[in-house]
């Protein structure tokens, strides 16, 4: 009767060779999958985080308070492209209660961790817990200062209209606008862009 041939230390070499070939790439696919689902739930979380931060801004400017005779709303065109400002009187403040004044603007700003990306866009915030007779200027507040609001947002412009036919780039009139027409501009690599009319009303319920 014939013996069962054994098998030699080359077949046996080739084959952890091939066993070990095979690990490594299943570990490499593994790792690129984890790396994406990870990039993607970076991405989702940032998407939501900027979805909410807009629906804010949509409300506030919804409840919109215009003083009578007194100006309730500046906006102002920034001097390069895409980088306008905004500050007006709300019902409905991020932090406070009552009537505030807020401002949004575009501004570049270093990240501190993360020097090696160099200076970057973001929109940034700021409230005031009381509001004066006269809108504050854009310059830094002790009781109200700029804020990063959010991070990569490249673009922020607005438009104003009095009847929703003829539009104009800066506001300052002792009446509120019709309609304010706003969009944001996230940066790379989301690139999302939010586009939206507004129409101003006193305390005007959330939708």
Do not use: C
Request: hydrophobic fraction near 40%.
């Amino acid at each position: 009767m014939r013996k069962p041939r054994a098998f030699t230390l080359l077949e046996m070499m080739l084959t952890l060779a091939l066993v070990a070939l095979l690990y490594a790439m299943i570990s490499g696919i593994l790792v690129q999958v984890a790396r994406y689902v990870r990039v993607g739930r970076e991405i989702a979380q940032q998407r939501l985080s900027f979805l909410r931060e807009i629906e804010i801004l949509r409300y506030q400017l919804r409840s919109l308070h215009y003083p009578a005779s007194a100006v309730g709303l500046v906006g102002l065109r920034g001097s390069l492209k895409g980088r306008d400002s905004v500050r007006f009187l709300t019902s409905r403040g991020r932090r406070h209660h009552g009537v505030v004044e807020v401002g949004y603007k575009i501004e570049s700003y270093l990240d501190p961790k993360k020097p090696e990306k160099g200076e970057r866009l973001g929109l940034f915030y700021r409230e005031f817990p009381f509001r004066r007779e006269l809108m504050r200027t854009m310059e830094e507040f002790e009781e109200g200062r700029w804020e990063l609001l959010l991070a990569d947002t490249s673009l922020l412009t607005l438009e104003y209209s009095a009847s929703g036919q003829v539009w104009q780039k800066e506001w300052d009139g002792t009446i509120p606008p019709r309609i304010v027409r706003l969009r944001v501009d996230r940066a790379k690599p989301s690139n999302d862009r939010f586009a939206f009319d507004v129409t101003p009303g006193v305390g005007a319920a959330r939708w």
